[in-house]
DNA sequence: CGGAGATGGTTTGTATTACCAACGACCTCC
DNA sequence: GGAGGTCGTTGGTAATACAAACCATCTCCG
C-alpha cells in the first residue's frame, strides 16, 4: 500500500499547489479586471479556436453560461465570434490581437510571480518536472 | 537563455494543469453543490482555524466575501464560527465533524480521478515528482 | 483611567458568474 | 421536405465578489 500513499501525498501536494497558483492568478486577474474563469478562457483560446460548446465543455461549464461571459469580452474587444462557415448553427470564438497581447501580459505577470519559486529548481530539476509533467496533460484526461 | 525556456515551459505546465485540476475540482464540486471556491475554502481549513480575514487572504478575496460564503456553509452545518477568546474582535472559522467527513469525500472522488493520471508514473517519478513540488510549496510564496 | 484611532467582521448595494428551462435557427437523414 | 437533433441565446434565480459604510472591540497614549 506504500504505493497508494505516494499517490495521495503527491495529489495533495498537487491540489495545494494548484490552489496556490488559482490564488495567484485570481489576484493578477482582479488587478485586470479580469476574473479568474475569464483567465481560464484566454488560456483555451491561446492555441485554439473552438466552438462555444466546446470552450464550455473544457472549463467544465454551461453553455449558458459561456454567452455571457464571452459577450463581456467580446464588448471589450478581447475576443471575437464568427459564425462557422460548415455548419450554421455553431460559433467560433477566438481571440482579437487586443486579446493574445493581455493574455501574452498576464502570462508575463504570473510567470514574474510563480517564476521565484521554480528558479528555486536547478535547471535538471526543471526539466525532470517538466517531463514528469507532461504525461498528466495527454488529451485523454 | 535556455534557462529562461525552461522556466516558461514549466510555467507554462504548470498552469494548464493547474486549470485541469481546477476543472476536476469544479466538477466534483458541483456534483455536491459546492462551489470550487467553497472547496478551497474547505481545503484550507483541513488543517487550520484562521480567522475570517486569514481565510480571504489566504484566497485572495474580500472579507466581506468570505462573510456570505461561511453563512452559507454554516447554515449546511459542515463549518463553523467561535469567538475568538483572546480578542473579542475576531471570527474563528473551522470545519465540523461534518466538513471534515466531506472533505474526506470529495478528496476521495478527486484522487478516483486523478489518480489513474498519476498512476501512469512510476512509483520512483511520483516520488521525485513530489520532491520536486514541495519547495513550491514552502509557506513564503 | 479615558478617549482617539486602528482593526475585525458584518451589512448593504451592485456587477459578475453559474445553472436550468425554454426558445429560434440550423443541420441531418429518412 | 419534414421530424427530430444540435447549437447558441435569452430569461429567471441563486451564489460569488467587491466596495463602502457601519458597529464592536482593541491599543495606546495622554
Same mark, same amino acid.
Given at each position: 500500500m *506504500?504505493? =497508494?500513499?505516494?499517490?495521495?501525498? &503527491?495529489?495533495?501536494?498537487?491540489v495545494?499547489? *494548484?490552489?496556490?497558483?488559482?490564488g495567484?492568478?485570481t489576484?493578477?486577474?482582479?488587478a ?7 483567465l481560464?478562457?484566454?488560456?483555451? &483560446?491561446?492555441?485554439? $479556436? ?5 470552450l ?17 469580452a467580446e %464588448? ?5 465570434? =464568427?459564425?462557422n462557415p460548415?455548419?450554421? $448553427?455553431? !460559433?467560433? !470564438?477566438? &481571440? ?12 508575463? =505577470?504570473? %510567470?514574474?510571480?510563480l517564476?521565484?519559486d521554480?528558479?528555486?529548481? $536547478?535547471?535538471?530539476?526543471?526539466e ?7 504525461? &498528466?496533460? =495527454?488529451?485523454?484526461s
Amino acid at each position: 500500500m *506504500t504505493s =497508494e500513499d505516494s499517490v495521495d501525498a &503527491l495529489l495533495d501536494a498537487l491540489v495545494r499547489y *494548484t490552489f496556490q497558483v488559482t490564488g495567484v492568478l485570481t489576484r493578477i486577474g482582479a488587478a485586470n479586471d479580469l476574473s479568474l474563469t475569464q483567465l481560464r478562457v484566454f488560456g483555451i &483560446l491561446r492555441d485554439r $479556436r473552438p466552438r462555444v460548446t466546446e470552450l464550455a465543455a473544457y472549463l467544465g461549464l454551461d453553455k449558458s453560461t459561456m454567452s455571457g461571459l464571452i459577450d463581456r469580452a467580446e %464588448r471589450r474587444g478581447l475576443l471575437a465570434r =464568427e459564425k462557422n462557415p460548415n455548419d450554421g $448553427r455553431v !460559433v467560433d !470564438v477566438f &481571440l482579437t490581437p487586443a486579446g493574445h497581447e493581455l493574455t501574452q501580459r498576464l502570462y508575463g =505577470e504570473a %510567470r514574474a510571480i510563480l517564476a521565484p519559486d521554480l528558479d528555486r529548481l $536547478r535547471p535538471d530539476q526543471r526539466e525532470q518536472l517538466l517531463a514528469l509533467m507532461r504525461p &498528466l496533460l =495527454e488529451p485523454d484526461s
